[in-house]
């Protein structure tokens, strides 16, 4: 018997896309509770994972902060929460553009050119760029990176997308 699906659950399973995140150890009595945030959209539609995120277990070891979403050159990319354009321009060969949300996460997108200034007030779902033509570690195909910080911890965007929450993979009976 095949247990019941959420649609995007059976659309990344038949899409053959797999989506996988690391399942913590349940928290200890004395451990802090981890903050309950609002929500984020997908900064592009549809979303079709290239790559997950990979954090290291300590800030300088290596790791992919962040996870790739397939998209095409010249796609609309999107502000997933309501903040403030805190950066917009390049970083090394890359146009990146960052919001910082009213919780204080830092949400950043690249490579992407794009469509606002920094100070500029946006709202989830708002238009902040587009997706560019420019080196990235999907080549040769498109794809938008997108990280979110916390601090100096980054976090899964996977887990902080509505509808989505943690992953977690069922064994199938």
Same mark, same amino acid.
């Given at each position: 018997?095949?247990?019941?699906?959420? /649609?995007?659950?059976?659309? /990344? /399973?038949?899409?053959?896309?797999?989506?996988?995140? &690391? /399942?913590?150890?349940?928290?200890?009595?004395? %451990?802090?509770?981890?903050? %309950?945030?609002?929500?984020?959209?997908? $900064?592009?539609?549809?979303?079709?994972?290239?790559?997950?995120?990979?954090?290291?277990?300590?800030?300088?070891?290596?790791?992919?902060?962040?996870?790739?979403?397939?998209?095409?050159? !010249?796609?609309?990319?999107? %502000? $997933?929460?309501?903040?403030?354009?805190?950066?917009?321009?390049?970083?090394?060969?890359?146009?990146?553009?960052?919001?910082?949300?009213?919780?204080?996460?830092?949400?950043?997108?690249? $490579?992407?050119? $794009?469509?606002?200034?920094? !100070?500029?007030?946006?709202?989830?779902?708002?238009?902040?760029?587009?997706?560019?033509?420019?080196?990235?570690?999907?080549?040769?195909? &498109?794809?938008?990176?997108? !990280?979110?910080?916390?601090?100096?911890?980054?976090?899964?965007?996977?887990?902080?997308?509505?509808?989505?929450?943690?992953?977690?993979?069922?064994?199938? %009976?």
């Amino acid at each position: 018997m095949r247990p019941h699906l959420p /649609l995007w659950a059976a659309w /990344l /399973l038949a899409s053959g896309t797999l989506v996988v995140t &690391a /399942l913590s150890a349940p928290a200890e009595a004395d %451990s802090p509770a981890k903050p %309950s945030w609002p929500p984020l959209a997908a $900064p592009v539609q549809p979303v079709a994972m290239a790559r997950s995120a990979e954090l290291p277990a300590s800030p300088w070891l290596p790791g992919h902060r962040g996870i790739d979403l397939r998209a095409a050159v !010249g796609q609309v990319v999107f %502000s $997933p929460g309501a903040g403030v354009v805190t950066f917009a321009g390049v970083v090394v060969d890359r146009p990146v553009v960052t919001v910082t949300l009213a919780d204080g996460r830092r949400s950043s997108v690249e $490579p992407v050119e $794009p469509s606002v200034e920094p !100070g500029s007030a946006v709202s989830r779902g708002q238009a902040v760029g587009v997706l560019a033509d420019a080196p990235g570690h999907c080549r040769p195909a &498109a794809c938008v990176h997108w !990280g979110v910080r916390h601090g100096d911890t980054y976090l899964d965007p996977l887990d902080l997308l509505v509808g989505f929450g943690p992953v977690r993979l069922l064994k199938v %009976s």
